[in-house]
């Protein structure tokens, strides 16, 4: 079953935890999600990615598993699950399951089996290995949250893989017993009904052979050598086989470290691997001012380094394989802080702009919740305040083993600490935004009181407005599905511009990256006059000859 219905898609990604709670115990879930579902139908949104709502300890949000098939507590039981799947379908929602499998949670059981002798039927279940001749790790892989990715257990005399916490521990892909549960058990969600998977890191599971080292001063991505590993493509093509391509489904594999020339092999459009990747060269900083600490120090692309990269994948998978486009996740600072500009007076326009800009590429889009509202970071002071397992082991390293001054430090995780996109959801100007009537796990924006969806959803110039309208354009506008995409004017430093081209029908999309009014090029100029109408605009009208700060608008023939 090959049906691409997903080209015409928007998705929608819901971190549970923070999305809504139902029982005031501060913490969101599938009951809240079940209430919720009608807004995301007034959105228009086709697909929801759920973040992780399996059974875990909660060392990572989620990420960490010990049942892949049964929920955490925190968020209810497989019976509200299947409420949630139900009622979603009902409203021609598709539900996107998050799929962890590089790692699972040490509490899992096979685990917990692994680690009990070297002869235990499960311990090549794991990447276990013995240490070298002084007894310390065998190379020296980072933990992509900081520290040795090697942890030493006693009982066994040797070290577990871990790339991210200590409690998630790597599996063994070349284990064939390995991917036959992992197989089982995506097939059993599959029987149930789900319509697809986000697979977690899954750029990561086929480790080199001798786990040789990578770059020096590498961090946990760049250091290790377990990005696009030799077998990646034998577990990717065995995985098709024996389960996507028996179902209708929608597939994305998160791939750090896959650039576009690897990702034509896991996002093919000849269906054999998955349907396409999260990349994530343009939420990796700016050459300008390259990271030494990890993702910490660096800075966001400019607007000239982010539209040559877009443009790299736009024209390098062209015809060959599929893009998402994406600008925010769970993991990322929230885009209008990013690449925007979240201050009062151009925090809606630059929301808007960079939603042009994103949606109107070729690829399949995805909505971080609240990016629908323009929710900004949420700039927290007090490293106490802070939840996230990355934020807090990288505060501890870099004070402590680095010495960089705490002040510094805050600086780097109020701009791109993962928590910035995971305060809750503001859903009105209510205590907490609305999110929970309890304490919330997690501390509210202070800006919900003007932040929130009540405020939104009945505004016709609103930023969610302004997204219903580009998700109903997707499922309507042919060019913006499959025309050819072309840059112009790429040596411009405000403006982006480019064509979307299908047959004898072009779209043509003007994005202004700065809070200055910037003259429009001749050349530009000539080919709006020939124009057809206007299908988009962040601003009421426009104005001859120029673009106005963040203004965006799309032109179409
Ligand atoms: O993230 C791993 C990943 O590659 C990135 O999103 C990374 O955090 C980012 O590039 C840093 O800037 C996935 C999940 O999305 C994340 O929440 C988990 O913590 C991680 O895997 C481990 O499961
Ligand atoms: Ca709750």
Redesign the pocket.
């Known amino acids: 079953m090959n049906e691409k219905w997903w080209k015409n898609a928007v998705v929608y990604q819901i971190y549970p935890r923070s999305f809504k709670d139902s029982n005031g115990d501060g913490i969101g879930d599938l009951e809240g999600i079940y209430e919720k579902l009608d807004y995301l139908a007034e959105l228009g949104i086709d697909v929801i990615w759920m973040s992780p709502v399996y059974k875990s300890p909660n060392d ?2 989620g ?1 960490d598993i010990s049942d892949y098939q049964d929920i955490m507590d925190d968020f209810g039981t497989m019976d509200d699950f299947d409420r949630v799947l139900k009622k979603a379908h009902s409203l021609n929602i598709k539900i996107m399951m998050d799929l ?1 499998v ?2 699972t949670s040490d509490e899992h059981k096979w685990f917990i089996e692994s680690k009990k002798s070297k002869d235990n039927p499960y311990h090549d279940y794991y990447m276990w290995a013995d240490p070298d001749k002084n007894g310390n790790p065998p190379n020296r892989w980072e933990s ?1 949250f900081s520290g040795s990715a090697w942890e030493y257990v006693e009982s066994v005399g040797q070290f577990y893989l871990h790339s ?1 916490s200590r409690k ?1 521990p790597d599996l063994n892909w070349d284990n064939p017993k390995v991917r036959e549960e992992v197989f089982k058990m995506m097939t059993w969600w599959c029987d149930k009904g789900i319509d697809g998977f986000r697979m ?2 899954i750029s990561m599971i086929s480790k080199y052979p001798g786990l040789p080292d990578g770059p020096e001063n590498g961090n946990g ?1 760049t250091g290790n050598t377990s990005c696009d590993g030799p077998n990646i493509h034998k577990y990717l093509r065995e995985m098709n086989e024996k389960v996507l391509s028996k179902y209708r489904l929608i597939t994305v594999g ?1 791939c ?1 470290g896959v650039n576009a020339e690897q990702a034509k092999k896991y996002a093919n459009i000849d269906g054999s691997e998955l349907d396409m990747i999260f990349q ?1 060269e343009h ?2 900083g700016s050459a300008l001012k390259p990271c030494h600490h990890g ?1 910490w120090d660096g800075e966001a692309m400019t607007m000239p380094e982010l539209r040559a990269n877009f443009t790299k994948w736009q024209k390098d998978l062209e015809g060959c394989a599929w893009n998402s486009l994406f600008l925010s ?4 600072p929230r885009c209008v802080s990013r690449f925007g500009n979240d201050s009062e007076q151009y925090r809606e326009l630059s929301a808007k702009m960079l939603a042009t800009m994103t949606h109107f590429q070729k690829g399949t889009p995805y909505v971080y919740q609240g990016e629908e509202l323009g929710m900004t970071n949420a700039y927290m002071e007090n490293i106490a305040d802070y939840r996230d397992i ?1 934020s807090l082991n990288a505060y501890k390293e870099l004070t402590t083993k680095e010495n960089i001054p705490a002040k510094t430090v805050m600086g780097y995780i109020k701009a ?1 600490g ?1 928590d910035n996109a995971r305060t809750p959801m503001q859903w009105d100007a209510s205590d907490n935004g609305g999110f929970t009537s309890g304490t919330p796990w997690l501390q509210v924006n202070k800006n919900y009181k003007t932040i929130n969806a009540a405020a939104q959803v009945n505004d016709p110039d609103s930023v969610f407005a302004y997204y219903k309208k580009l998700i109903a354009l997707r499922h309507t506008n042919e060019v913006m599905v499959n025309g050819v995409y072309d840059v112009l004017i790429p040596d411009h430093p405000q403006i982006y511009a480019y064509t979307r081209t299908l047959g004898d029908k072009q779209l043509l999309v003007l994005c202004n990256d700065s809070e200055k009014e910037v003259g429009v090029p001749a050349e530009i100029e000539e080919k709006i006059a020939g124009a057809q109408g206007i299908l988009i605009q962040n601003y009421k009208d426009v104005k001859a000859g120029v673009l106005r700060p963040y203004e965006a608008v799309v032109y179409a023939w």
Request: net charge negative; proline share 4%; charged share 30%.
């Open positions: 990572d949000n990420y962890v590089n790692h992509c991210f998630q977690d890191v991505y998160e750090p994530f939420v990796s993702k996740n769970h993991d990322q990355e791109v993962r």
